[in-house]
C-alpha cells in the first residue's frame, strides 16, 4: 500500500486530482470529463475513508470488497493508457492537508457528513492556492433545478415527478464524453494497490449482481417488478449506487422502454433531493409529530425479525435474502418495513439501521426515504392507518409460494415458529398507538 509521504513525490503542482467516491468509472463521469477537458497530468484518486470504514462492524462486508474489485478494474483500465490509480487510506481531511495538487475536481455527495467533509478539503485547498471544483453526476436533476412554482422543494412525489418530466430534454440526459480526451491522463508507472486486509477487511460470500443493462426486462418491468420469485427487477441498484453505471445512461434506456422503471429512478433523485433540503431526516421524522410515537421496541422480537423468525413466511424470507445476499426485493422491502413499524411498533430507525448494515446497495436517501414512507413519518408517506397484511400481500405477489419455499424451507413443519403476533390485534394496537401520538 503506499503511504501518504509517497503520495506526495506522485502528486505535484501540475497534477490535477479526479477524487473518485460514488462514481466509479472512467466513462460518462461529469468531474472526470471537466479535469481532462480542462487540464493536463490528470490524476485518479481513491480514498478508502476511515471516517466510514471504522464505523462498518462487519469486517467481511461485502460493499467494500466491491469498492476494491471496482477500483482494481478501473487501475487496469488506466494502465492500458499508460496511467494509474492513486489509492490512499485515511481521513480524507488528513489526507488533503499532506496533498498539494493543482486541483481536485470531483462529484457531490449529498449525505450530511460527506457535505461536510467536503467543506473542509475546499478551505483547506483553497488555503493552499489548489482549485477544489465540483459537480453534478450522481443525480439527473439537483438542488434547486426541480422545485415548485415558488421555489419551495416538492414533498410530495407525483407534482416532483411531474416537473422533472417537463423538465427533462436531450441536454441533460447526454453522456460526457469523457474518451475524447483520454490523451490528458498523467503519465506514470503502475502505482501500489491495498489489499483488504490492508484496509482492516476480508473477501466475503456474497456475489455481486452483474453490471449489465437488461433492456428486454426493463422492456417488462411493469409487469413483473412486484414478483419477487421471478427476475423481474434490474439488480442494478448496487451499481447505481457507487456509480459503475452512470444515471444518464439508465435513464436514455428507462425513455425508450418503460415509463414505470423511470418513476423508480426519478423517486431515488426525489429521495436524495429531500436528504438535501431537508437534513433532520437524517435521525428524526420527516414530520416532526411521528417523533411523538411511544414505539414498543421489544429488542426479543427486533432479534427475531433480524434472522427471519417471526413465523410470518413472506417477512422471513425476505429478512433471510437480505441476511443471505445482501440484496431485498423492492416489494418485499415494504412488507418488512411495515411488519417492523406497525405490528411489531419498533422504531423505523432501528430497521434503517439493520438495513444500512445489510444492504449492498445501501443509500442513505433512498433507504431513509423508504423505512419514513412505511412508518409514515415521511415526506409523501404510506399514511399511517395502511398497515400491509402480510397474508394478502403474500397471495397477490407470492401465490405459489415460490419465493417462500426457496428463503424458508421448513414451512409448514414443527421447527417453523409460530406468528409472534397477531395480525388483527397488532393492526389495532398499531392505530390506537399513532392515533394518540398525532393528536397530541
Known amino acids: 500500500m503506499i503511504t501518504l509521504q509517497e503520495a506526495t513525490s506522485i502528486v505535484t503542482k501540475d497534477t490535477t486530482l479526479v477524487w473518485l467516491r460514488r462514481d466509479l468509472r472512467l466513462q460518462d463521469n461529469a468531474a472526470l470529463y471537466r479535469a481532462l477537458k480542462e487540464n493536463k497530468e490528470v490524476l485518479p484518486l481513491f480514498i478508502f475513508d476511515t471516517q466510514i470504514l471504522n464505523a462498518l462492524e462487519d469486517k467481511k462486508d461485502s460493499r467494500v470488497e466491491f469498492i476494491h474489485e471496482s477500483l482494481l478494474a478501473l487501475k487496469e483500465e488506466l494502465e492500458k493508457a499508460g496511467s494509474s490509480l492513486l489509492v490512499l487510506h485515511g481521513d480524507p481531511v488528513q489526507i488533503y492537508q499532506t496533498l498539494s495538487p493543482?486541483?481536485?475536481?470531483?462529484?457531490?455527495?449529498?449525505?450530511?457528513?460527506?457535505?461536510?467533509?467536503?467543506?473542509?478539503?475546499?478551505?483547506?485547498?483553497?488555503?493552499?492556492?489548489?482549485?477544489?471544483?465540483?459537480?453534478?453526476?450522481?443525480?439527473?436533476?439537483?438542488?434547486?433545478?426541480?422545485?415548485?412554482?415558488?421555489?419551495?422543494?416538492?414533498?410530495?412525489?407525483?407534482?416532483?415527478?411531474?416537473?422533472?418530466?417537463?423538465?427533462?430534454?436531450?441536454?441533460?440526459?447526454?453522456?460526457?464524453?469523457?474518451?475524447?480526451?483520454?490523451?490528458?491522463?498523467?503519465?506514470?508507472?503502475?502505482?501500489?494497490?491495498?489489499?483488504?486486509?490492508?484496509?482492516?477487511?476480508?473477501?466475503?460470500?456474497?456475489?455481486?449482481?452483474?453490471?449489465?443493462?437488461?433492456?428486454?426486462?426493463?422492456?417488462?418491468?411493469?409487469?413483473?417488478?412486484?414478483?419477487?420469485?421471478i427476475h423481474g427487477t434490474t439488480h442494478l441498484s448496487l451499481h447505481l449506487r457507487f456509480g459503475t453505471v452512470s444515471i444518464r445512461k439508465l435513464v436514455q434506456v428507462a425513455l425508450k422502454k418503460n415509463e414505470v422503471w423511470l418513476n423508480e429512478l426519478i423517486w431515488r433523485d426525489f429521495y436524495q433531493m429531500i436528504l438535501w433540503h431537508f437534513p433532520h431526516v437524517v435521525g428524526h421524522a420527516f414530520k416532526p409529530a411521528y417523533d411523538r410515537i411511544?414505539?414498543?421496541?421489544?429488542?426479543?422480537?427486533?432479534?427475531?425479525?433480524?434472522?427471519?423468525?417471526?413465523?410470518?413466511?413472506i417477512v422471513d424470507a425476505g429478512m433471510r435474502e437480505l441476511n443471505t445476499t445482501g440484496f431485498m426485493h423492492n416489494r418485499v422491502r415494504m412488507i418488512v418495513a411495515s411488519f417492523l413499524t406497525k405490528h411489531l411498533l419498533i422504531d423505523w430507525r432501528w430497521g434503517e439501521a439493520y438495513f444500512a448494515k445489510k444492504l449492498l446497495d445501501y443509500d442513505l436517501g433512498a433507504n431513509n426515504g423508504g423505512w419514513q414512507w412505511a412508518a409514515g413519518s415521511g415526506c409523501d408517506a404510506a399514511p399511517y392507518f395502511r398497515v400491509f397484511n402480510p397474508e394478502l400481500q403474500t397471495q397477490k405477489f407470492d401465490p405459489e409460494l415460490k419465493y417462500i419455499k426457496k428463503w424458508v424451507p421448513e414451512l409448514n413443519t414443527k421447527e417453523y415458529p409460530k406468528p409472534i403476533v397477531d395480525h388483527k390485534m397488532a393492526r389495532e394496537r398499531v392505530l390506537k398507538v399513532y392515533k394518540e401520538a398525532l393528536s397530541e
Open 294 to 313: 411511544q414505539w414498543r421496541n421489544n429488542t426479543n422480537e427486533f432479534e427475531k425479525w433480524c434472522h427471519g423468525k417471526t413465523g410470518y413466511p
Open 102 to 229: 493543482k486541483a481536485v475536481y470531483t462529484n457531490h455527495d449529498f449525505e450530511p457528513y460527506a457535505i461536510q467533509r467536503d467543506e473542509k478539503v475546499k478551505a483547506l485547498l483553497e488555503k493552499k492556492g489548489s482549485e477544489f471544483k465540483t459537480y453534478k453526476d450522481h443525480v439527473l436533476f439537483e438542488k434547486e433545478e426541480v422545485v415548485k412554482d415558488d421555489g419551495k422543494p416538492y414533498t410530495v412525489f407525483t407534482p416532483y415527478s411531474r416537473k422533472w418530466k417537463a423538465k427533462l430534454n436531450a441536454f441533460y440526459v447526454k453522456s460526457y464524453p469523457t474518451e475524447t480526451y483520454f490523451k490528458n491522463w498523467k503519465q506514470c508507472d503502475p502505482l501500489p494497490f491495498p489489499t483488504l486486509k490492508q484496509i482492516g477487511f476480508e473477501k466475503g460470500e456474497i456475489t455481486f449482481p452483474e453490471r449489465v443493462i437488461k433492456q428486454a426486462l426493463i422492456a417488462h418491468y411493469d409487469e413483473t417488478r412486484d414478483y419477487p420469485a
